[in-house]
Structures are given as C-alpha cells and as structure tokens.
Nanobody
C-alpha cells in the first residue's frame, strides 16, 4: 500500500506563489510516475502536471505551462509543485497521484492512469 499526503495549500493573492508537497509512504518502491491534478467546485478533476520516476520527463497542462514546475526528490519520497503567477482560476483542491507503472514516453494525463491518491490540499487565489 502507498499513502500520499499533500501539504502547502492555502490562500494567496493573484500573482503570488505557493509550493505544494506530496509526501509518500508505505510501499514506495511501487511508485513510478507521479502527477498533480486539480478540481474546482462544479468541475471535473483535471490534469495539471506530471513527472516520471527519475524526474527527467515532465508534462504540463497548457493552462499551467510556464507558471508551474513539478519536481521530485526520491531520497525524501516527496513530489513538489511550485506554482507562480497564480490566477484566481487556479483555485482548486490539488491532488497528488502516483502510478505503479511508468508510461512511455510521458506520464498519463488521465486520472485513470494513477493508482494512489492523496486527500487533496486547498489552494485559493484571491483577485
């Protein structure tokens, strides 16, 4: 079993920055691709960013490209999402996800591609 716990969410003004963390525990040897998804009220969960096991491949939704950076530190069993130039439309619950497999050439952009999920952390961006 794998447990994922997000942290770092909060309130921030538009244009500000925030860094989210996702700490993994349990059978972490099972982890390969990891990703961040977000879900705003009344909307479907959407892909934000993903990273492969060694961190060499990342992918981003067009809506966050150039503003968000995903990274991971496997020695700390932690994935990060550095968010900059935040906009009110970034307001969402942000979820950490992990897959048992590594997809080639890039991690999955669908939530169906992930096996483990965190509880989410709220990010609110005020205008």
């Amino acid at each position: 079993q794998v447990q994922l716990v997000e942290s770092g969410g909060g309130l921030v003004q538009a244009g500000g920055s925030l860094r989210l963390s996702c700490a993994a525990s349990g059978s972490i040897f099972r982890l390969n691709d990891m990703a961040w998804f977000r879900q705003a009220p009344g909307k479907q969960r959407e892909f934000a960013a993903a990273i492969n096991r060694n961190g060499g491949t990342t992918s981003y939704a067009d809506s966050v490209k150039g503003r968000f950076t995903v990274s991971r530190d496997n020695a700390k069993n932690t994935m990060y999402l550095q968010m900059s130039s935040l906009k009110p439309e970034d307001t969402s619950v942000y979820y950490c996800a992990a897959a048992r497999s590594g997809r080639y050439p890039t991690p999955a952009r669908s939530p169906l591609g992930y096996d483990y999920w965190g509880q989410g952390t709220q990010v609110t961006v005020s205008s």
